[in-house]
């Protein structure tokens, strides 16, 4: 599965955006998807994972009830809806796919995005 992350951008505390990923090949529909971040200076943390069916998901305690992940399977994407954001929410975010199970291990994860610049000015 190749991945590519789209729709980053700059926007004020308490704004949203709406995160995408497009993935290529006829496989998509049979992995779990995740979103992972990168703050400057930071590791890479999970942000929201996904089952292949959209039938459950998995989110990080610092974005639950702010984030959600969504699937469209039959476009190939997952998405990224970022609500009420921070500016402690800045980082470069990646999509990514693994196999099987709603991992919130990198290294579980197979297959990366190039990352999208969230940017959260206060």
């Known amino acids: 599965v190749q991945l590519q992350a789209s729709g980053g951008g700059l926007v004020q505390a308490g704004g949203s955006l709406r995160l995408s990923c497009a993935a290529s090949g006829r496989t998509f529909s049979t992995h779990t998807m995740g979103w992972f971040r990168q703050a400057p200076v930071k590791e890479r943390e999970f942000v929201a994972a996904?089952?292949?069916?959209?039938?459950?998901?998995y989110y990080a305690a610092s974005v639950k009830g702010r984030f959600t992940i969504s699937r469209d399977n039959a476009k190939n994407t997952v998405y990224l809806q970022m609500n009420s954001l921070k500016p402690e929410d800045t980082a470069v975010y990646y999509c990514?796919?693994?196999?099987?199970?709603?991992?919130?291990?990198?290294?579980?994860?197979?297959?990366w995005g190039q990352g999208t610049l969230v940017t959260v000015s206060s």
């Open positions: 990514a796919a693994r196999r099987y199970g709603l991992g919130t291990i990198q290294e579980e994860y197979h297959s």
């Open positions: 996904i089952s292949w069916s959209g039938g459950s998901t």
